[in-house]
């Protein structure tokens, strides 16, 4: 998918999302921004926030195309469901929440089964840490499986090449 530049309303570009993956990195930094501003009102000026929204709206829009999840109130995007975005929140700071879905999309990244994670966990419609965590694990272990499986298939399709010996190196 090629990259495209959404326009704020304001001077404010924000480069299109290209995967999940990037998309969810954005919906985290925004979490993370939100959490801070909170504690330190003038940590950020109002071009960052700005910023941070303009990439939370293109995340969002990217990853539910067909979706209207948000809803204009005074110049300002708001949830329209706020009770369903902060459900799986309670007891957790949303920083926290954000920086383990990062690590967990990174180490998903390295098992070379992220975008499989994020679609299984969609699926499972995964909720807590727990239930994210055992859903990218299952993903990992999914893509492992099949690489595995698809890599003995190959082995033993060639083994009728090989003379007595190789074939005893193959089944090793």
Not at 13 to 35: C, F, G, H
Not at 81 to 93: F, G
Not at 103 to 108: D, G, I, S, T, V
């Amino acid at each position: 998918m090629p990259r495209q530049t959404i326009n704020s309303g304001s001077d404010v570009a924000v480069s299109a999302i290209a995967t999940p993956l990037e998309a969810r990195r954005l919906l985290n930094r925004a979490a993370i921004v939100r959490d801070e501003v909170e504690r330190y009102p003038a940590m950020y000026d109002e071009q960052e926030l700005l910023d941070v929204d303009c990439g939370e709206a293109a995340a969002l829009a990217y990853l539910y195309p067909d979706a209207e999840p948000f809803a204009q109130e005074g110049g300002a995007l708001v949830p329209q469901d706020a009770s369903a975005s902060t459900r799986s929140a309670i007891r957790r700071s949303p920083k926290i929440a954000a920086l383990a879905d990062n690590q967990r999309l990174e180490l998903a990244s390295e098992a070379r089964a992220d975008e499989l994670a994020l679609d299984m966990e969609e699926s499972v419609t995964a909720q807590t840490s727990i239930e994210k965590a055992m859903v990218h694990q299952l993903a990992a272990a999914h893509a492992l499986a099949l690489r595995l499986a698809g890599r003995a298939n190959l082995e033993i399709e060639g083994m009728g090449r090989f003379d007595r010996q190789g074939q005893r190196e193959t089944m090793v």
